[in-house]
């Protein structure tokens, strides 16, 4: 099984994780990792904390899921947006370096539009979907 971290930033964490159940996890980050890509293709692909800071989301994401074999999973970690009422004092929004923000319903237009199966979602922060 061979995982990808994508946007892992300056000290990646989730290799250390995952080489305790023995699977072999890439770092990917344009900025600190950026000949990280080593495969084709990856069984489990984690985008934590990341996606926010995508200036071209659906490049992004099709660069992700061209990566992403048949049947393996993306886990996506962001704080989703909390409405339109909620927004001016969310903290989320108050970073410069977060330009792209993403509720329950960009989630669901995902799943849609990229044919990914939601398997699991907090619909707060956590997101892991299948591709088909």
């Known amino acids: 099984m061979k995982a990808l971290d994508f946007g892992c930033g300056p000290g990646p964490t989730i290799d250390s ?9 890439d770092n990917y980050d344009p900025f600190f990792f950026r000949d990280g890509i080593k495969s084709s293709e990856y069984n489990l692909i984690f985008a934590t904390e990341c996606v926010e800071h995508f200036h071209f989301p659906k490049n992004e994401f099709d660069k992700i899921l061209d990566l992403l ?29 977060h330009t792209t923000f ?17 398997i699991y979602t907090d619909e707060k922060r956590i997101i892991v979907f299948q591709k088909p």
């Open 69 to 97: 074999k048949p049947q393996g999973y993306l886990s996506i970690m962001t704080e989703l947006h909390p409405g339109l009422e909620k927004v001016s004092d969310w903290y989320y929004i108050k970073d410069p370096t």
């Open 17 to 25: 994780i995952l080489h305790e159940y023995k699977i072999s996890c």
């Open 102 to 118: 993403f509720s329950n319903k960009t989630m669901k237009w995902l799943s849609e539009n990229f044919l990914l199966k939601t």
